[in-house]
């Protein structure tokens, strides 16, 4: 894994280097000569997709690890240690990132192609229609192996991921600070106000449903959680979602006793409809007066008792 991110990050450094360097200190070189925009285009390309895929795997990785394991790991006091609890700090800027490298990626290997075979594919089907397909195709690609897929590697081995990758994601923010520093002047010279890329620093990252429900579903995989758990913290995200007639109760389902009746009426109805408790109703069952609670039938003595539910019923609040 550490030789895949040196490999990375020198093949991203000799891209830069090719395309930034003077050509008449580039072009000098055997291997360069005449192809230097291609190749140097060629290894930027490589290097920020491969860089990118890294990170979304860290990002994916460091979200799907226990909370408490990731403390016990960050408490080490080694390097890796040192790197994770800096990456813990800032996984906003590490999604910015991520999403930078990606970005340069796309556009970097869009000009590329366009310049190496955009003239032969137009003559075929026009410029416009050659620039969709090369940009349309890069962007597939990019996305790919630049974020679905490291994202689910980073969730299926999370810890080991988290340990390996770390350090290198430390070095990609470093190199995105300049880049971030001139993109928030230029933010704040458009909206005329303070702008933060992610997070500032020992602030929480960004919490999502999504995230949320990815560390639920690799709980319930490592036996964390049960299915029940996870169906339950599911269904917080669907409350919002839910109309309130889905789980109203019909009124002509309505299991309740009058207040007349007696408390061993009472018990036989709710343990034949399977309720702990049921309203208690005076007259008609939109009359509402109380709730009896079964479990108050055991303080009696006798569970015959002659005495009504009426006397024993608790009071019923309504929300309006």
């Known amino acids: 894994m550490r030789i895949l991110n040196s490999l990375l990050l020198a093949t991203f450094a000799i891209g830069v280097f090719i395309l930034v360097v003077p050509d008449a200190v580039v072009g000098s070189v055997p291997l360069v000569r005449g192809i230097r925009l291609e190749l140097g285009g060629v290894l930027l390309s490589i290097g920020l997709l491969g860089l990118a895929g890294m990170l979304a795997t860290v990002e994916a ?13 960050s408490e080490d ?13 800032r996984m906003g800027e590490l999604g910015a990132v991520t999403r930078l490298f990606l970005a340069f990626a796309i556009a970097t290997a869009s000009v590329l192609l366009v310049s190496v075979a955009g003239a032969d594919l137009a003559s ?17 690609i990019a996305v790919l192996f630049g974020d679905l897929i490291p994202h689910a ?4 081995n999370p810890e080991p991921i988290a340990l390996a990758l770390t350090g290198t994601a430390r070095v990609c923010l470093v190199i995105g600070a300049p880049i971030f520093v001139v993109l928030r002047f230029i933010a704040r ?9 992610g997070h500032a620093r020992g602030s929480a990252p960004a919490v999502s449903e999504a995230g949320i429900m990815r560390q639920v579903n690799v709980a319930k995989e490592e036996g964390v959680f049960e ?19 889905e789980i109203m109760v019909h009124r002509i389902d309505i299991v309740g006793v009058p207040t007349t009746a007696s408390v061993a009426e009472a018990v036989k109805r709710g343990l034949d409809a399977g309720h702990s408790r049921i309203p208690v109703y005076e007259g008609t069952v939109d009359q509402i007066v109380g709730i009896f609670y079964l479990k108050d039938a055991l303080r009696l003595r006798r569970i015959e008792d002659t005495r009504s539910v009426g006397e024993m019923m608790r009071p019923a609040y309504f929300v309006p």
């Open 153 to 156: 590697a980073g969730v299926a």
């Open 77 to 89: 006091g080694s390097d890796r240690a040192t790197d994770l609890r800096l990456i813990q700090a």
């Open 61 to 73: 990785a460091v979200g799907a690890t226990r909370r408490s394991r990731l403390l016990q790991v």
């Open 227 to 245: 299915a029940d758990q996870g169906a339950m913290i599911e269904s917080i995200f669907t409350l919002n979602e839910t109309i309130a007639r």
């Open 189 to 197: 010279m458009i909206l005329r106000a303070p702008v933060e890329i």
């Open 124 to 140: 075929s089907f026009g410029w416009l229609g050659t620039l969709f397909a090369i940009v349309g195709v890069v962007t597939l």
